[in-house]
């Protein structure tokens, strides 16, 4: 694991939800899961594409119901990012992957948002939470989620979009963002990951988002990599996540190392760390082990992972932060 200090900015707090507090949350709910047990539950992650991952991952949030049960979810995960270096994260969650159940919005954001208060002082990590709209439902969905989301906008700093991609371009969801942004949110968007690098270009022209998650496909598209470099376009890359999706062979054939060659700036997160085999450290670990990356590489993905966070607000803590990355000591590690 690496401790260097970074931030994390594509991490879905779902994605969080260790098969033993799955268990926990199904006891307490009375929610009965397909599965025997913690170990026969994690033998069912072995995925084909980003599809299969996400009918499971849409399953096991049947255990989700209180406000109380996402304050656990989001504590779990604060104690966990804390233990692996983490002192900034811009939080995504799936709004829609509730309401669809009958759990309000508000139960879901009041229910992060009393871990989030308290990161700072109980795990020295600021926070930031990001809403994201499901690409493979509507657009009057999304416009429905945002709407609904107003009473709670003091705890929103920005929306997202992930879910299943390809057939589902960026540009459905123009209007959507269009009033996002007028309500003064951040904007960010999943595009190139299992979609083409066309998706890309739609992301920033057509929504105008400030960062890619993933990005990974922009390597197909020579111009489109040159552009992102010029305009230095955060990337928030999730490797250990491309390599059980199958969007690359193994961690070695991964395109980190070419896109920092290239320019980009790129950062390293987790995604969906309960599934794909590793939180934030233990991806550094592994990207470091993996591409044969030296000490100012791993220092040029924490502070790219500072310099890409939504911290315009508070340039001091930036400024710390980036200080605490150029004086780590690697033999932490
Ligand atoms: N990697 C991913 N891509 C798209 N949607 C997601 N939702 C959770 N993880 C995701
Ligand atoms: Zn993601």
């Known amino acids: 694991m690496s401790l260097i200090p970074k931030a994390e900015l594509h991490l879905h707090i779902e994605g969080t939800l260790e ?50 049960d996402f304050t656990d979810l989001a504590e779990a995960y604060l104690a966990r990012a804390a233990a692996q270096g983490v002192r900034h994260a811009e939080i995504f969650f799936d709004p829609q992957a509730h309401t669809a159940r009958g759990v309000p919005i508000g139960t879901v954001v009041e229910g992060l948002a009393h871990a989030l208060d308290r990161s700072e002082e109980r795990h020295g ?29 003091h705890h929103i700093a920005g929306v ?45 022209d057509v929504l105008g988002v400030e960062r890619i998650d993933h990005g990974l496909r922009a390597m197909e598209d020579p111009e489109l990599v040159e552009r992102l470099a010029r305009e230095q376009v955060p990337l928030t890359l999730c490797p250990l996540s491309n390599v059980r999706l199958r969007a690359v062979d193994t961690l070695e054939d991964h395109p980190l190392r070419a896109m920092m060659d290239a320019g980009l700036l ?59 990355v150029e004086s780590y000591d690697f033999d932490r590690d």
């Open 160 to 204: 997202g979009l992930d879910s299943a991609e390809v057939g589902h371009p960026p540009s459905k969801f123009r209007e959507v963002y269009a009033a996002a942004e007028s309500l003064g949110l951040r904007k960010v968007a999943h595009a190139g990951e299992e979609g083409p690098p066309a998706y890309i270009r739609e992301a920033l």
């Open 266 to 324: 790129v950062t390293v997160n987790s995604d969906d760390p309960s599934y794909f085999g590793g939180y934030v450290g233990d991806t550094f670990h592994a990207v470091r082990e993996a591409l044969a990356l030296g000490q100012e590489q791993l220092r040029e993905l924490a502070r790219n992972s500072f310099r890409a966070a939504f911290l315009d607000h508070d340039e001091p803590r930036r400024e710390r932060y980036l200080a605490a």
């Open 125 to 153: 990590i600021s926070t930031q939470l990001i809403m994201c709209f499901l690409r493979d439902q509507s657009a009057e969905s999304a416009m429905e989620t945002l709407d609904a989301a107003k009473p709670y906008l």
């Open 19 to 68: 098969p033993e507090l799955a268990f926990a949350l199904a006891e307490r709910n009375g929610v009965e899961l397909p599965y025997a047990g913690t170990e026969d539950l994690r033998k069912a992650y072995l995925f084909s594409d980003l599809q299969s991952f996400l009918d499971l991952y849409y399953g096991l949030m049947a255990v989700l119901h209180t406000a109380n």
